[in-house]
């Protein structure tokens, strides 16, 4: 059973009924964080039982939202392997790193993650036609749960989106709008149909449920490493879930008494054609500007403003993190390097962790003793500009 308890706002505190759809704080135009009753949890959720049940997302079931096993779709998301990759590491003079390798997810992204708890939480509220503005691979992934759930997506894309991500929404049944621009102008026609329409929006921390259902990667985290964690994880960030997700979820593991008050440095990474974060956290800002032009390879970096910007921010100053952007070229050259070194054909996102990493050790922030997860969040395979 969840032991959801209420909604939070981060920045003012309020308290908002869980069992009703919620968006974000109206006052402070912040998302929402669920909140669980985690006494309650420690009773039922023990690391021998999640380690003893069916693999995937749901074994963490008492800490998601979904109150009813009913109401838990899925299609397989979840438990990716943690690949280790010696030969990379020895390139770059480090012993311990690892791949945590979330193509392998359905729709060969980790937004599936993100989009189960998403949508099986607004079925069990009674929501059954869905909206989202998308890069590319979050709408991939809500119009797949919303086919096997059968109910209807809207799925708003820039028109200059991987071919592959249209293909994937049009094959799902999903309606396809194509926009010119970027994802935060199909975000501002995606808003206005919603509201005309009454359709239930799904972009990024505009609902509670999508950061819950990538959570679920520092829940896994934690426990590959047998309740330590590594010194560093580096995550490709665009609008900041599954760092945000994963930070929560090693606070909500501190409170159930599993993990110490040890976190690992998280450190986004971004394209230096689109880097607000990066710019923000080295201006030492609560919040980031949007950018201007915004340009990538890394579709799914191509996003000029993170609606949980201050919690991407906090996330990466109380873990003693940082912030970095690489050049598209590096992008790319890292994506051939892992692919020929280790034989994992990650998307652009994926490699900016690789090219990322170089620069850290360079710079002496990341060093040879240093335990390293790269998130590779999605598959090559998607992506047709190599
Ligand atoms: C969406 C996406 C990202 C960025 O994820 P956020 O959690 O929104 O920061 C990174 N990589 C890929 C492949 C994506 O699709
Ligand atoms: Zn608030």
């Given at each position: 059973?969840?032991?959801l308890?209420?909604?939070e706002?981060?920045?003012?505190?309020?308290h908002?009924?869980a069992?009703k759809?919620?968006?974000?704080?109206?006052?402070?135009?912040?998302?929402?964080l669920?909140?669980?009753?985690?006494?309650?949890?420690?009773?039922?959720?023990?690391?021998?039982?999640?380690?003893?049940?069916?693999?995937?997302?749901?074994?963490?079931?008492?800490?998601?939202?979904?109150r009813?096993?009913?109401?838990?779709?899925?299609?397989?998301?979840?438990?990716?392997p943690?690949?280790e990759?010696?030969?990379?590491?020895?390139?770059?003079?480090?012993?311990?790193?690892?791949?945590?390798?979330?193509?392998q997810?359905p729709?060969?992204?980790?937004k599936?993650?993100?989009?189960?708890?998403?949508?099986?939480?607004?079925?069990?509220?009674?929501?059954?036609?869905?909206?989202?503005?998308?890069?590319?691979n979050?709408?991939?992934?809500?119009?797949a749960?919303a086919a096997?759930?059968g109910?209807?997506?809207?799925?708003y894309?820039?028109?200059?989106?991987?071919?592959?991500?249209?293909?994937?929404?049009?094959?799902?049944?999903?309606?396809?709008?194509?926009?010119?621009?970027?994802?935060?102008?199909?975000g501002?026609?995606?808003?206005?149909?919603?509201?005309?329409?009454?359709?239930?929006?799904?972009?990024?921390?505009?609902?509670?449920?999508?950061?819950?259902?990538?959570?679920?990667?520092?829940?896994?985290?934690?426990?590959?490493?047998?309740?330590?964690l590594p010194?560093?994880?580096?995550?490709?960030?665009?609008?900041g879930t599954?760092?945000?997700?994963?930070?929560?979820?090693?606070?909500?593991l501190e409170?159930?008494g599993?993990?110490?008050?040890?976190?690992?440095?998280?450190?986004?990474?971004?394209?230096?054609?689109?880097?607000?974060?990066v710019?923000?956290?080295?201006?030492?800002?609560e919040?980031?500007?949007?950018?201007?032009?915004?340009?990538?390879?890394?579709?799914?970096?191509?996003?000029p403003a993170?609606?949980a910007?201050r919690?991407?921010?906090?996330?990466?100053?109380?873990?003693?993190?940082?912030?970095?952007?690489?050049?598209?070229e590096?992008?790319?050259?890292?994506q051939?390097?892992?692919?020929?070194?280790?034989?994992?054909f990650a998307?652009?996102?994926?490699?900016?962790?690789?090219?990322?990493?170089?620069?850290l050790?360079?710079?002496?922030?990341i060093?040879?003793?240093d335990?390293?997860?790269?998130?590779?969040?999605?598959?090559?395979?998607?992506?047709?500009?190599?």
């Amino acid at each position: 059973m969840s032991t959801l308890t209420y909604l939070e706002c981060p920045e003012c505190g309020a308290h908002f009924e869980a069992d009703k759809p919620q968006t974000f704080c109206p006052r402070c135009e912040s998302p929402l964080l669920p909140r669980y009753d985690l006494d309650a949890a420690s009773r039922a959720l023990t690391p021998e039982a999640v380690a003893s049940r069916p693999r995937g997302i749901w074994r963490w079931h008492e800490i998601l939202p979904v109150r009813s096993a009913e109401h838990r779709i899925t299609l397989g998301e979840g438990d990716t392997p943690l690949v280790e990759v010696p030969r990379l590491a020895r390139e770059f003079g480090l012993e311990h790193v690892w791949v945590k390798d979330e193509s392998q997810n359905p729709t060969a992204t980790f937004k599936a993650r993100g989009l189960v708890m998403a949508v099986s939480r607004a079925l069990e509220l009674g929501i059954r036609e869905f909206v989202i503005p998308t890069a590319g691979n979050a709408g991939g992934a809500l119009a797949a749960y919303a086919a096997r759930a059968g109910v209807k997506a809207h799925v708003y894309m820039p028109a200059d989106a991987p071919e592959v991500n249209k293909a994937e929404v049009a094959a799902a049944g999903a309606d396809l709008v194509l926009v010119d621009g970027l994802i935060s102008d199909a975000g501002k026609l995606a808003a206005e149909h919603a509201r005309e329409r009454g359709w239930w929006s799904v972009s990024t921390f505009k609902e509670p449920y999508r950061v819950e259902g990538k959570k679920t990667m520092g829940l896994e985290i934690a426990e590959a490493f047998g309740w330590h964690l590594p010194d560093v994880i580096i995550y490709p960030t665009g609008g900041g879930t599954g760092l945000v997700g994963m930070w929560k979820a090693f606070d909500e593991l501190e409170a159930l008494g599993w993990i110490g008050s040890e976190r690992p440095r998280l450190v986004s990474v971004q394209s230096e054609g689109c880097a607000p974060i990066v710019r923000a956290f080295h201006e030492g800002a609560e919040r980031a500007r949007p950018w201007e032009n915004a340009h990538t390879v890394a579709a799914g970096l191509r996003v000029p403003a993170a609606f949980a910007d201050r919690l991407i921010l906090r996330a990466l100053r109380e873990t003693n993190g940082t912030a970095i952007a690489v050049p598209d070229e590096e992008i790319l050259a890292a994506q051939r390097l892992l692919a020929a070194e280790e034989g994992i054909f990650a998307a652009p996102e994926g490699a900016a962790t690789v090219a990322a990493l170089k620069k850290l050790v360079s710079s002496g922030w990341i060093n040879a003793a240093d335990t390293v997860v790269l998130f590779n969040t999605g598959s090559g395979l998607k992506y047709e500009r190599l």
